[in-house]
């Protein structure tokens, strides 16, 4: 069984940063695909990006690229991943989810391939 713990949400003022960090337990973390999820209230869970095992590649969904600066990575040592969010805007206060997938490929965006998820973090934006 993998737990995700995540940490690092909070409230923040429009324009601001946060750095998401989801610890792992699993030992074999490095051969797992991650992402990150979000779901704002009354929305569906919306995928945020994800990063391959090696780290070698990245993927952001294409409502998130263009609206705030935003980065994946990994430490495989320290069994974390990190989301990086700078010029945040209200619209994205969510709740964030970080997952883990054994399957491996560029754009693993469906919650459904993800076999394990953290508690979630909240992320508020206000204006």
């Known amino acids: 069984q993998v737990q995700l713990v995540e940490s690092g949400g909070g409230l923040v003022q429009a324009g601001g940063s946060l750095r998401l960090s989801c610890a792992a337990s699993v030992r074999t973390f490095s051969t797992y695909t991650m992402g990150w999820f979000r779901q704002a209230p009354g929305k569906e869970r919306e995928f945020v990006a994800c990063i391959s095992w090696s780290a070698d590649i990245t993927y952001y969904a294409d409502s998130v690229k263009g609206r705030f600066t935003i980065s994946i990575s990994r430490d495989n040592g320290k069994r974390t991943v990190f989301l990086q969010m700078n010029s945040l805007k209200p619209e994205d206060t969510a709740v964030y989810y970080c997952?883990?997938?054994?399957?491996?490929?560029?754009?693993?965006?469906?919650?459904?391939?993800?076999?394990?998820w953290g508690q979630g973090t909240q992320v508020t934006v206000s204006s």
């Open positions: 997952a883990a997938s054994l399957q491996h490929g560029p754009k693993l965006a469906a919650s459904y391939l993800y076999d394990y």
